[in-house]
C-alpha cells in the first residue's frame, strides 16, 4: 500500500494550493519534503544534514513541500470537521469530503490526495 504522495503529486498543485498546503502543514521530525530550490527530497532529522562548510542543508524553509502521508491528508481532510468518510471498492477506494469533494482510486493515498487537492483549489485560505 501507498504510504505517501509523489514529488511529480506535489507538482501538480498551482502556486495558490501550494501556499495553502504550506500554511496548514506544521513540521515534525522525520517528515519527508520536496524542495523545489534544489529538486531534491529529503527527511527532517536526517543525519547527514550538512553541507561541506557545515551549513544545514535540511533546516526548514518556507519553501518546503511536505510529501503527505496517509494520515496526514486524514488530519488535513477532517481540521475543519467536516465530514470525510471512506469507503473500500471493489477496485479501490473512494474518499468523499462533505458531499461535495469526491474520489475514486485503486490506492487510498491517491484518492485522499485527489480530494486534497480539490478542497485546496476550493477553500480560501
Same mark, same amino acid.
Given at each position: =500500500?501507498?504510504?505517501?504522495? @509523489?514529488?511529480?503529486?506535489?507538482?501538480?498543485? @498551482?502556486?495558490?494550493?501550494? #501556499?495553502?498546503?504550506?500554511? *496548514? $502543514?506544521?513540521?515534525?521530525?522525520?517528515? *519527508? %519534503? $520536496?524542495? #523545489?530550490?534544489?529538486?531534491?527530497?529529503? %527527511? $527532517?532529522?536526517?543525519?547527514?544534514?550538512?553541507?561541506?562548510?557545515?551549513?544545514?542543508?535540511?533546516?526548514?524553509?518556507?519553501?518546503?513541500?511536505?510529501?503527505?502521508?496517509?494520515?496526514? =491528508?486524514?488530519?488535513?481532510?477532517? #481540521?475543519? =470537521?467536516?465530514?470525510?468518510?471512506?469507503?473500500?471498492?471493489?477496485?479501490? *477506494?473512494?474518499?468523499?469530503? =462533505?458531499?461535495? %469533494?469526491?474520489?475514486?482510486?485503486?490506492?487510498?493515498?491517491?484518492?485522499?490526495?485527489?480530494?486534497?487537492?480539490?478542497?485546496?483549489?476550493?477553500?480560501?485560505?
Amino acid at each position: =500500500m501507498k504510504q505517501r504522495i @509523489t514529488v511529480e503529486q506535489l507538482k501538480e498543485l @498551482t502556486g495558490d494550493q501550494q #501556499s495553502k498546503l504550506r500554511a *496548514w $502543514y506544521k513540521l515534525e521530525e522525520g517528515d *519527508w %519534503f $520536496y524542495r #523545489s530550490t534544489i529538486g531534491e527530497t529529503g %527527511f $527532517y532529522g536526517e543525519l547527514e544534514s550538512w553541507d561541506d562548510a557545515g551549513v544545514d542543508i535540511l533546516k526548514h524553509e518556507i519553501i518546503d513541500l511536505p510529501l503527505l502521508t496517509i494520515g496526514q =491528508m486524514i488530519e488535513f481532510l477532517s #481540521s475543519g =470537521m467536516e465530514d470525510t468518510i471512506f469507503h473500500p471498492r471493489e477496485s479501490g *477506494w473512494q474518499v468523499n469530503h =462533505m458531499k461535495k %469533494f469526491g474520489s475514486i482510486r485503486h490506492e487510498l493515498c491517491d484518492a485522499l490526495w485527489e480530494t486534497v487537492k480539490k478542497v485546496l483549489k476550493e477553500n480560501p485560505e
